[in-house]
C-alpha cells in the first residue's frame, strides 16, 4: 500500500474533497503572504514619499522664496525736497563688477556705474554728454537733470571732496591693444570731474545703499537691495527703495554664464524683461532725483 507521507496522489487522482482541503491549505499560505507583501509596500511608499516632498527642485525653493521677498519690495517715499544744489555719496559703487561670486554681499541688485561713473551719473551734464547723444539710442526716459556738484569721502585719505564735472577737450594717446601704436595722440571732448576739497558743511542729503541679502538667501541666488534719501540734519529717511532679484538658472557658469547679470532680467521693482543688467545703470540716480529735486538753471 502506499504511504501517502511519502507516495502522496497526484493531483489529478484527487477526489473532489481532497481538492477542496488543497485550496483551504493553499490560502492558509498564501493570504500572510499578500498581507506581508502589502505591509512591505505602504512601509516602502511611506518612507519614499516624505523624502520627495521634503526634496522639491532648487529653483522651485528660489521662486517661493523670491515670491515672498517681492511682498516687501518697492519703492518708499515719504518726504520730497525742491531746489536741491547737491548731494552727499555715504558710499561710492566699487569699480569692479561682481558676476558671478555667490556670496559676495556688494549689492548686485544695485549695481550701477562704478568708482568715479557713479560720482559722474549724479552730475549735471553728465547725461547729456555720455547718454543722449545722436549715436547712442534713446533708452532711458527719465529726466535725468542731476545736481550741480557731490561729495563724498576719499577713501585714501579720509577727507571729504567736491566734485563738479565739465565738458573739456581731453588728450589721448593711441592703444596698442586698439590697433595703435601708443604713440599718436588725438583729442576728445569728454565730460571730466573736477575735485576740491569740500569748502563748506556736508550737503543735507545724502544717499546711500546697503545689501541686505541673508545667507539662506545668497545659497538659492536672491540677491537684496536697499537704496536710502536721507536727510543727514535730522537722520530722517526721506525715502527707501526695497529690490531683490534672483538667478533662474542658480549660478549656473557654463558657456562663461554671468549668474548675477541673468538675474537682474527676474527682479522686483523689474528693470526689463530681457537684458535687464543693462537697464541697471544710472538706477540710483534715477530713484535720487524723484525724491531730491534738482535746482534748475535759470
Known amino acids: 500500500m502506499p504511504n501517502p507521507a511519502v507516495d502522496p496522489v497526484p493531483f489529478g487522482h484527487w477526489t473532489p474533497r481532497d481538492k477542496a482541503a488543497q485550496r483551504r491549505s493553499l ?27 521634503a526634496e522639491p527642485s532648487r529653483l522651485h525653493v528660489a521662486e517661493a522664496m523670491f515670491g515672498e521677498r517681492c511682498k516687501t519690495a518697492g519703492e ?75 561729495e563724498a569721502l576719499d577713501p585714501k585719505d579720509g577727507k571729504r571732496y567736491r566734485y563738479t564735472g565739465s565738458t573739456k577737450e581731453v588728450t589721448h594717446t593711441t592703444s596698442v591693444l586698439m590697433g595703435g601704436d601708443g604713440k599718436t595722440t588725438f583729442k576728445t571732448k569728454d565730460f571730466v570731474l573736477d575735485k576740491v576739497m569740500s569748502p563748506g ?35 530722517e529717511v526721506m525715502a527707501e527703495r526695497i529690490g531683490y532679484m534672483v538667478d533662474r538658472g542658480q549660478g549656473d557658469k ?23 543688467s543693462t537697464a541697471q545703470l544710472l538706477q540710483t540716480e534715477n530713484f535720487v532725483e524723484k525724491v531730491l529735486k534738482p535746482k534748475l538753471e535759470k
Not at 490560502?27 to 514619499?49: D, E, K, N, T, Y
Not at 568708482?115 to 532711458?140: M, T
Not at 554671468?258 to 535687464?276: K, M, N, Q, V, Y
Request: charged fraction near 25%; hydrophobic fraction near 40%; glycine fraction near 8%.
Open 27 to 53: 490560502l492558509r499560505w498564501a493570504l500572510p503572504m499578500i498581507r506581508i507583501l502589502v505591509m512591505l509596500s505602504v512601509a516602502v511608499l511611506g518612507c519614499l514619499q516624505p523624502l520627495h516632498a
Open 76 to 150: 518708499k517715499i515719504h518726504r520730497t525736497a525742491e531746489n536741491v544744489e547737491g548731494v552727499f555719496l555715504m558710499k561710492i559703487r566699487p569699480h569692479d563688477i561682481n558676476y558671478r561670486d555667490q556670496f559676495k554681499l556688494d549689492d548686485p541688485y544695485g549695481r550701477d556705474l562704478g568708482g568715479d561713473g557713479y560720482i559722474l551719473s549724479f552730475l549735471s551734464g553728465f547725461f547729456e554728454a555720455n547718454v543722449k547723444r545722436p549715436d547712442v539710442p534713446a533708452k532711458v526716459v527719465y529726466p535725468h537733470i542731476a545736481y550741480r556738484y557731490v
Open 201 to 235: 558743511p556736508t550737503p543735507r542729503y545724502g544717499v546711500t545703499y546697503d545689501d541686505i541679502s541673508t545667507r539662506e538667501e545668497r545659497d538659492y541666488w536672491i540677491a537684496g537691495s536697499s537704496l536710502k534719501v536721507i536727510d543727514l540734519q535730522t537722520n
Open 254 to 276: 557654463g558657456g562663461g554664464r554671468s549668474p548675477w547679470l541673468f538675474a537682474a532680467d527676474t527682479a522686483c521693482p523689474e528693470f526689463s524683461p530681457r537684458h535687464g
